[in-house]
């Protein structure tokens, strides 16, 4: 094996063997409570309220897949520059996501050196506006994702995941609702603190499934494919310390390393990710993504840019927008030949 290799699978050997520790302790902690202990029947979880009657909240249900001819890259080979964006804040664009109340209204952040603000601008690169994100760092922001909260809210989620030099010991995902096109700020943040389970990591990447509203970070390295690490939705509890679970290494060949950037369609049945010079896909085949994205993707047409660090679906989930970091760039779009 290579050093790598080896690393991981000692990774992997430390978790399996936690995980039957607890999986032990619970099944001694059943056994010991007697015959008055419950167990989960696996149903619609219920948590209850003050005046003592239950909420039960819907468990996700399997999204409708597009049926495609071939692969669904099929549906993304055509690209077209909309427009360039001119706006000199906007020097390091790192992340975008469609908002889904607005017809072509985009939702980006520049990486380092800018304070903690998002801007919308549309495919022509024009600015919509500007706002302030209250409460917020800006230490390496790297993507940025728009999904469900627990509770079934629609929220911006910032990932501020980067670790070029692996130094941090714990990386933070912001969230806040989507504030009006007419707003100079947000209101005050929630957020997370999130820890890998082994070793630190540097991360491009973030996802929120529209269907079940997990988070989900890919790493980027030079020595490998990268990993998908997730952290459920239910554990985005403000201000809470969340350990990530690791769900799958990529197959995409050690010729496609440094993840830049994921997306998760608005329906829920593609997952898309891009690097410098490749853009993947995957058609989701089951609820968790985990097995899905341990399979070969296929490839879609990547624009042709200078460092190109952001990727999204559009709000109707039938094209990819793209763009780069760097002055004057192009905003491209990735669809269906005409």
């Known amino acids: 094996m290579y050093p790598t290799e080896v690393r991981r699978c000692a990774a992997r050997l430390r978790r399996s063997l936690r995980a039957t520790a607890v999986a032990l302790g619970g099944a001694l902690l059943v056994a010991a409570c007697g015959p008055g202990a419950t167990q989960s029947t696996g149903g619609p979880a219920s948590e209850p309220v003050s005046d003592g009657a239950p909420v039960t909240t819907a468990a996700p249900t399997m999204p409708a897949i597009r049926d495609f001819a071939d692969t669904p890259c099929v549906a993304f080979q055509q690209i077209t520059q909309t427009g360039t964006i001119t706006d000199p804040g906007l020097f390091e664009l790192s992340g975008i996501a469609a908002l889904p109340d607005l017809d072509d209204a985009y939702v980006v952040h520049n990486d380092t050196g800018d304070e903690p603000r998002l801007y919308v601008i549309n495919s022509a690169g024009e600015t ?177 840019e200078m460092q190109g660090e952001a990727v999204t679906f559009d709000r109707s989930g039938t094209s990819l927008i793209t763009v780069s970091e760097g002055t004057n760039q192009p905003v491209s779009r990735v669809s269906a030949d005409s």
């Open 128 to 304: 919509l506006a500007t706002w302030d994100v209250i409460g917020a760092r800006a230490a390496d922001w790297e993507d940025i994702s728009i999904g469900p909260t627990a509770s079934g809210e629609t929220a911006i989620f910032i990932g501020d995941i980067g670790d070029n030099f692996q130094f941090r010991s714990s990386i933070t995902v912001y969230r806040i609702p989507v504030p009006a096109l007419s707003d100079a700020e947000t209101v005050p943040v929630e957020f997370i603190t999130l820890t890998y389970p082994d070793e630190r990591a540097d991360a491009e990447a973030l996802a929120v499934d529209p269907v079940t509203g997990d988070i989900y970070v890919i790493t980027k390295t030079r020595d490998g494919p990268g990993t998908v690490f997730r952290a459920k939705a239910d554990t985005f509890v403000d201000r809470s310390e969340v350990m990530l679970e690791e769900v799958t290494d990529l197959a995409l060949g050690e010729d496609h390393l440094e993840v830049t950037s994921a997306a998760i369609s608005p329906t829920g049945d593609l997952f898309v990710l891009r690097g410098y010079k490749s853009v993947w896909m995957w058609p989701r085949t089951d609820l968790d993504w985990g097995a899905t994205l341990a399979t070969q993707p296929c490839e879609a047409a990547s624009p042709d």
